[in-house]
């Protein structure tokens, strides 16, 4: 026999179970979310730094972030989970003319969009603020208070059991197979446990979101790419609210982590494809790129078997892929975030949610963000990737 279903998602990480909740929000509550692992988070959502942030430089990621981060904020009351929100704050170190213009331009975009709070910072700002970073070549900086990080796990999780409580099914451990599609566009999915009738399928599959578009026809630019994470044995002396500190002459950033610290840097040696092992010669290069911002990182004790490694899902312009596939009605994307998945949860599923129900989104427009951007060549630039 088969089901039917107002909307299927297609992966149950923090994505996909946010688009569920804001559906059955709005209510939609026939809604099955299908999750190829036997349990939820074992895909990007579990492997990811966590971080939020509304320092951007483009208006539609700055939009959803001002969405976004209130809403953590407030995620217990709304779902009964913590999300673990620690507004510890980001802030940008700059070392040239070039990155103070930068964070010029961001600053005053970020500014006119109404975020509040946001201050740009001279060489002894930040000095304050960390005393441990090495300042010969610091000429300024950028810090949002409210900016921070939050438990993924946890998001998803109360996102998830939300959804299920207003009339959403998750089915764990079943993979999607196949996307009919008929003259109407979608028809239905087949999967391992059966067969969906549905008009409505959402693709937020992450860095396997090419290959679930692929079951429709339809091309998708996104490839997974390998990030490290290397978290620290205790390390005592930072300030106490330590920030998310990003070193803009490298990349290399690093934020509080228990009792330690969770390092991260972007390799540039790295290589698009499904490797989700730890390179043990990783914490060498962070660690030399740590000592030299932070000299005192010298004596960080780091355990390569701690470090962990996840997947970006990329797209060719480092912006989020989102609304309807070209050519195939009923289908939607939710993809291509490039690191900010986590982050921008909340505003992704009442976009989805909206576009699915009310034919487009109300939050914000997000029409730049739809994949026929990449045949029309409009892309856009998101230089503030981590």
């Given at each position: 026999?088969?089901?039917?279903?107002?909307?299927?998602?297609?992966?149950?990480?923090?994505?996909?179970?946010?688009?569920?909740?804001?559906?059955?929000?709005?209510?939609?509550?026939?809604?099955?979310?299908?999750?190829?692992?036997?349990?939820?988070?074992?895909?990007?959502?579990?492997?990811?730094?966590?971080?939020?942030?509304?320092?951007?430089?483009?208006?539609?990621?700055?939009?959803?972030?001002?969405?976004?981060?209130?809403?953590?904020?407030?995620?217990?009351?709304?779902?009964?989970?913590?999300?673990?929100?620690?507004?510890?704050?980001?802030?940008?170190?700059?070392?040239?003319?070039?990155?103070?213009?930068?964070?010029?331009?961001?600053?005053?975009?970020?500014?006119?969009?109404?975020?509040?709070?946001?201050?740009?910072?001279?060489?002894?700002?930040?000095?304050?603020?960390?005393?441990?970073?090495?300042?010969?070549?610091?000429?300024?900086?950028?810090?949002?208070?409210?900016?921070?990080?939050?438990?993924?796990?946890?998001?998803?999780?109360?996102?998830?059991?939300?959804?299920?409580?207003?009339?959403?099914?998750?089915?764990?451990?079943?993979?999607?197979?196949?996307?009919?599609?008929?003259?109407?566009?979608?028809?239905?999915?087949?999967?391992?446990?059966?067969?969906?009738?549905?008009?409505?399928?959402?693709?937020?599959?992450?860095?396997?979101?090419?290959?679930?578009?692929?079951?429709?026809?339809?091309?998708?630019?996104?490839?997974?790419?390998?990030?490290?994470?290397?978290?620290?044995?205790?390390?005592?002396?930072?300030?106490?609210?330590?920030?998310?500190?990003?070193?803009?002459?490298?990349?290399?950033?690093?934020?509080?982590?228990?009792?330690?610290?969770?390092?991260?840097?972007?390799?540039?040696?790295?290589?698009?494809?499904?490797?989700?092992?730890?390179?043990?010669?990783?914490?060498?290069?962070?660690?030399?790129?740590?000592?030299?911002?932070?000299?005192?990182?010298?004596?960080?004790?780091?355990?390569?078997?701690?470090?962990?490694?996840?997947?970006?899902?990329?797209?060719?312009?480092?912006?989020a892929i989102l609304g309807p596939a070209p050519g195939v009605p009923g289908l939607?994307?939710?993809?291509?975030?490039?690191?900010?998945?986590?982050?921008?949860?909340?505003?992704?599923?009442?976009?989805?949610?909206?576009?699915?129900?009310?034919?487009?989104?109300?939050?914000?427009?997000?029409?730049?963000?739809?994949?026929?951007?990449?045949?029309?060549?409009?892309?856009?630039?998101?230089?503030?990737?981590?």
């Open positions: 026999m088969t089901r039917t279903a107002d909307v299927v998602i297609i992966g149950a990480g923090i994505v996909g179970s946010s688009v569920a909740y804001h559906l059955t929000e709005a209510g939609c509550g026939n809604v099955l979310v299908i999750e190829r692992e036997t349990r939820q988070g074992l895909g990007s959502t579990g492997k990811s730094m966590g971080g939020v942030r509304a320092q951007f430089a483009t208006e539609v990621n700055i939009r959803m972030s001002l969405y976004s981060i209130p809403f953590f904020a407030a995620f217990e009351e709304a779902t009964g989970h913590p999300s673990g929100y620690k507004s510890h704050g980001y802030l940008f170190v700059a070392t040239s003319r070039r990155h103070l213009d930068y964070l010029e331009a961001n600053y005053a975009r970020q500014v006119a969009l109404g975020l509040r709070g946001v201050e740009r910072l001279r060489p002894e700002d930040i000095l304050r603020m960390v005393p441990q970073l090495r300042s010969d070549d610091i000429v300024g900086g950028s810090f949002c208070p409210t900016d921070g990080f939050v438990d993924p796990h946890s998001v998803m999780v109360g996102f998830m059991a939300r959804a299920v409580e207003r009339g959403a099914t998750l089915w764990k451990g079943t993979e999607v197979t196949g996307i009919e599609v008929d003259s109407r566009g979608v028809a239905g999915v087949a999967t391992t446990n059966g067969t969906v009738a549905t008009r409505a399928v959402v693709n937020a599959a992450g860095p396997w979101a090419a290959q679930v578009a692929h079951l429709a026809g339809v091309d998708l630019p996104v490839v997974p790419l390998r990030r490290m994470l290397v978290p620290t044995e205790p390390f005592p002396g930072l300030p106490e609210r330590l920030p998310m500190v990003i070193d803009m002459t490298t990349g290399f950033h690093f934020r509080p982590e228990g009792v330690g610290l969770l390092l991260a840097w972007n390799d540039p040696e790295e290589t698009p494809g499904f490797k989700t092992h730890f390179d043990p010669e990783f914490v060498e290069k962070i660690l030399t790129r740590a000592a030299d911002r932070v000299p005192c990182f010298a004596d960080l004790a780091v355990d390569p078997r701690r470090g962990w490694a996840g997947l970006y899902e990329v797209s060719p312009d480092h912006h939607f994307f939710a993809n291509g975030f490039s690191g900010h998945g986590v982050m921008h949860s909340p505003a992704t599923g009442r976009i989805l949610s909206e576009w699915i129900l009310d034919g487009q989104p109300r939050l914000l427009d997000a029409s730049g963000l739809t994949a026929s951007r990449f045949a029309e060549r409009r892309l856009l630039e998101e230089t503030a990737v981590l």
